[in-house]
């Protein structure tokens, strides 16, 4: 495949988020040029009838390396992004040995550039192995070759107030960010699915939306007692959102992220008993989607992270209690995204883009990704059809494990390219094997 950095490629008649077509030209890692432009000499990729969107940015991604690499690597997740439209992901630290230390983030930055499909940038652990009581070396993850700048203990929650008080005190020196899994344990012990009609129903011990609030709402405050900024991972809840808006309402800085299997599944799922549907936050009501949607398209929500959280047959391919929580989400959450912002029909692609990777970017500090393709901007986007609808089965996703809880559904919007720094990691649907250091 050609495509190598030096390569001149002029994407042809992109509809650039939706307003209008125009050729772009692609070198030196730059969108060097705009309008209607003779090829002379450059690689043309062909792009009547699609849609280009600036990259996709993923604030929240399980990468499983170092210590769960028969889930997922670092190259097997980052080939993942790439056809799912992502130019860049943030690595979650909750890897084994957990990323809180200098040596560990590094580590997971250079197997992304070695990997080279995504740019990958690692998320340090606010404490120490997550353990929730000794603050992490996060000055030392910040000032490493990682350049950490996202902290959280995602999985488990920062739960003793007085931690997550220091954390947000210390992060504030170099204008780091936590993000926190909001997630009172207390309120969820035993927990397997979310509580109400059907885990009463079922017999299964539930997982309390106050568990989730409450923790919004001590963090909010604390935010704002310290003049802090904190971000929330996947808010699952109708409850949550009210917290946000009132928060954002008094000018307090807080963001909130939205996964895509909590627009668009319920807790009816989880009457067959297949463990595909174990995720933690767990799957709510229709209630809870409907205002999840409105808070995305309203910005009150203000990112898609998929929380792509693979895992071994093993792990998954059991019963209920013993599985694992946890999805694939980073082929897929374009598509549910249109889906849930009110389909492909009437896609807003500019809200499309803001909330899938303007926003994200920026909230990662990730300069260059979030970009609209235009004249002078990183070459990072991604070209999709608008028109195309696909039938997901796990066993076609590049991800080396295949818990997708779409398998069989047809979903809009297929992804046909993705650039990083003008090389095309996927091109005409298929992934480039010449990626990355050699
Ligand atoms: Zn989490």
């Known amino acids: 495949m050609t495509g190598t950095p030096g390569n001149k490629i002029l994407v042809k008649g992109a509809d650039v988020l939706g307003r209008g077509r125009t050729d772009l030209l692609l070198a030196d890692g730059r969108v060097v040029e705009t309008g209607s432009l003779s090829a002379s000499g450059a690689q043309v990729v062909d792009a009547d009838g699609l849609i280009a969107l600036p990259g996709l940015v993923d604030l929240h991604t399980h990468l499983r390396q170092p210590g769960y690499?028969?889930?997922?690597?670092?190259?097997?997740?980052?080939?993942?992004?790439?056809?799912?439209?992502?130019?860049?992901?943030?690595?979650?630290?909750?890897?084994?040995?957990?990323?809180?230390?200098?040596?560990?983030?590094?580590?997971?930055?250079?197997?992304?550039?070695?990997?080279?499909?995504?740019?990958?940038?690692?998320?340090?652990?606010?404490?120490?192995?997550?353990?929730?009581?000794?603050?992490?070396?996060?000055?030392?993850?910040?000032?490493?070759?990682?350049?950490?700048?996202?902290?959280?203990?995602?999985?488990?929650?920062?739960?003793?107030p007085l931690v997550m008080r220091r954390a947000l005190e210390y992060v504030k020196g170099f204008g780091g960010l936590v993000a926190q899994h909001a997630e009172e344990p207390r309120l969820t012990d035993g927990a397997q699915m979310n509580e109400g009609a059907v885990s009463a129903e079922l017999g299964m011990v539930g997982w309390p939306e106050v568990a989730e609030t409450s923790i919004i709402a001590r963090d909010v405050l604390l935010a704002e007692y310290l003049g802090s900024r904190v971000h929330f991972c996947h808010i699952s809840t109708a409850r949550s959102v009210d917290i946000i808006r009132n928060a954002k309402e008094r000018g307090i800085d807080v963001t909130a992220e939205v996964c895509p299997h909590h627009l668009i599944l319920t807790d009816s799922a989880v009457g067959g008993y297949d463990p595909v549907f174990k995720v933690n936050p767990p799957l709510r009501v229709s209630e809870d989607v409907k205002a999840l949607r409105e808070a995305l398209a309203e910005g009150i929500i203000d990112a898609v992270a998929t929380?792509?959280?693979?895992?071994?047959?093993?792990?998954?391919?059991?019963?209920?209690?013993?599985?694992?929580?946890?999805?694939?989400?980073?082929?897929?959450?374009?598509?549910?995204?249109?889906?849930?912002?009110?389909?492909?029909?009437?896609?807003?692609?500019?809200?499309?883009?803001?909330?899938?990777?303007?926003?994200?970017?920026?909230?990662?500090?990730?300069?260059?990704?979030?970009?609209?393709?235009?004249?002078?901007?990183?070459?990072?986007?991604?070209?999709?059809?608008?028109?195309?609808?696909?039938?997901?089965?796990?066993?076609?996703?590049?991800?080396?494990?295949?818990?997708t809880p779409y398998a069989g559904m047809e979903l809009p919007v297929v992804v046909q390219s993705t650039f990083l720094r003008g090389t095309p990691t996927v091109l005409d649907g298929k992934l480039n094997d010449d990626m990355g250091e050699k």
């Open 69 to 160: 690499e028969e889930s997922e690597t670092v190259l097997s997740g980052s080939r993942a992004a790439a056809k799912g439209g992502y130019t860049a992901v943030c690595a979650m630290a909750n890897s084994t040995p957990v990323a809180d230390t200098p040596a560990i983030v590094e580590q997971v930055a250079r197997l992304g550039r070695e990997a080279g499909y995504v740019d990958v940038q690692p998320i340090g652990a606010v404490t120490v192995g997550l353990a929730g009581e000794r603050l992490a070396a996060m000055g030392e993850m910040h000032a490493s070759d990682a350049n950490v700048r996202v902290f959280s203990d995602d999985g488990k929650c920062v739960h003793d």
């Open 307 to 403: 929380d792509h959280a693979p895992h071994s047959t093993e792990n998954k391919d059991c019963e209920w209690a013993a599985a694992r929580p946890g999805m694939l989400g980073l082929e897929t959450a374009l598509s549910i995204t249109v889906e849930a912002l009110g389909g492909v029909d009437d896609a807003d692609w500019d809200v499309v883009a803001e909330r899938t990777s303007r926003t994200p970017a920026r909230i990662a500090g990730l300069a260059g990704h979030g970009q609209d393709p235009a004249e002078g901007a990183e070459a990072n986007l991604t070209l999709v059809d608008p028109s195309a609808r696909w039938t997901v089965r796990g066993e076609d996703l590049a991800s080396l494990s295949t818990n």
